[in-house]
């Protein structure tokens, strides 16, 4: 079977169409717009391309971005001070912390002290506690966007065995709980799982989130099945994911591309979260 590329970049760009102009009707009734507030500390390369790219977005739906830029060696004490006025600031409705952290700062403690309605990273415990009761409340943006795409490219989830490579707080544990609450049967599986290659072949879906290039062979994908592959993995030759794509994408009914695939998603649900966060702020 030749796979079909479920374009992360043309559904992420009907989503921000989407989001910019709900934004657009906002500034029109003279409200203000949507503020994003992003928080990078240090030098991280791909984190500082990561941030540009969410505040391109911000631009480009309308969403104000307000970057603040920290040096690597700020202490947790400064950071937490940040987040605190940037908490209490009625004028900021969402805030995102660019992970990783550098240095000795503790991503838990930080990320505790984000106000869980401006969560927009939905990484706050009260918002994971939320999701696991599959009550409202802000969603991780990365899993967000898989089940989106899915969702938009018309695959039928309920009753799906779904194989999930990688037990993150930011892509496989939430995203495993999102697609059980969709009726998937899920599996998570991580670097101490035994027989492996048999686990992915029973999959109807694979999600591939381990950050290893080309990790997932065509022999361990069944024919037709999905192949969702969050990895961005920076090698000698350029860009790759966690799939071997060029193999994969025979045996697999739909796959996602890297770049141009998960990636783009992640933003655009990163803008719905900041417009939902503005909207549960003032209404
Ligand atoms: N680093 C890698 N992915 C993410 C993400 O989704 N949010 C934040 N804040 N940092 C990240």
């Known amino acids: 079977m030749a796979g079909e590329l479920i374009s992360g970049k043309a559904i992420s760009k009907a989503i921000r169409g989407e989001v910019k102009e709900e934004v657009a009707k906002i500034v029109a009734s003279g409200k203000r717009a949507p ?9 991280d390369p791909a984190s500082e391309i990561y941030v540009n790219n969410k505040k391109k977005a911000c631009h480009k739906t309308g969403i104000t971005s307000i970057e603040h830029i920290l040096d690597e060696k700020i202490s947790e004490k400064e950071l937490i001070t940040l987040i605190d006025k940037l908490n209490n600031d009625p004028d900021i409705d969402g805030i995102l912390v660019q992970l990783p952290l550098p240095g000795k700062l ?4 930080v990320l505790e002290k984000i106000s869980p309605t401006k969560d927009v990273d939905g990484f706050h415990p009260v918002n994971v506690g939320r999701l ?11 899993p967000a966007g898989i089940v989106e795409m899915l969702k938009r490219t018309g695959i039928e989830l309920s009753g799906k065995k779904v194989i999930i490579l990688g037990r993150s707080n930011i892509v496989g544990k939430p995203v495993a709980t999102m697609l059980l609450h969709e009726s998937c049967t899920v599996t998570i ?15 109807d879906i694979i999600v591939a989130a381990i950050g290893k290039p080309k990790f997932v062979t065509k022999d361990m994908v069944k024919d037709g099945a999905v192949v969702i592959d969050v990895g961005i993995n920076r090698t000698d030759n350029g860009l790759c994911g966690d799939a071997d794509f060029e193999n994969v994408k025979d045996v697999a009914s739909y796959i996602t591309p ?11 649900m990163l803008m719905v979260n900041t417009l939902t966060a503005y909207k549960s702020a003032t209404t």
Do not use: D, F
Not at 194 to 201: A, D, W
């Open 35 to 43: 503020v994003l507030a992003v928080v990078l500390a240090g030098k």
């Open 132 to 142: 696991v009761a599959n009550t409202p409340g802000l969603r991780p943006c990365t």
């Open 258 to 268: 890297v770049p141009g695939g998960v990636g783009p998603m992640t933003i655009a």
């Open 106 to 109: 503790h991503e838990h403690v």
């Open 189 to 203: 599986c991580h670097s101490r799982t035994r027989g492996l290659k048999e686990i992915c072949r029973r999959g």
